[in-house]
């Protein structure tokens, strides 16, 4: 069964930190780039990070660079995202999406980050 479940998220006080972990399973992790996206209700599924197969090339939306590292270790499956100096507006639920071309686009449950004083 092919597989991402996300962990980490909660609640953080701006300008705090939080890191998102995704581990995969059932699939060949290695081929498949990986992407962090975030939606808040009534809003689009935005897509905030990306990272390529061996985790060379990395691209961020405008709103998060410089805040948010996306990170990858093949050995375990794993991608993460490190957030910080974390703003009101980063409030949402967190996906990571794993894709390979010609393949379906996986997704995981998500995880809800809350930032709150």
């Known amino acids: 069964q092919m597989e991402l479940v996300e962990s980490g998220g909660g609640l953080v006080q701006p300008g705090g930190s939080v890191r998102l972990s995704c581990v995969a399973s059932g699939f060949s992790f290695r081929f498949y780039a990986m992407r962090w996206y975030r939606q808040v209700p009534g809003k689009e599924r935005e897509l905030v990070a990306s990272?390529?197969?061996?985790?060379?090339?990395?691209n961020y939306a405008d709103s998060v660079k410089g805040r948010f590292t996306i990170s990858r270790d093949n050995a375990k499956n794993t991608v993460s995202l490190q957030m910080n100096n974390l703003k009101l507006e980063d409030t949402a639920v967190y996906y990571c999406s794993a894709r390979r071309p010609g393949w379906t686009d996986l997704w995981g449950q998500g995880t809800q980050v809350t930032v709150s004083s």
């Open positions: 990272i390529s197969t061996v985790g060379t090339v990395t």
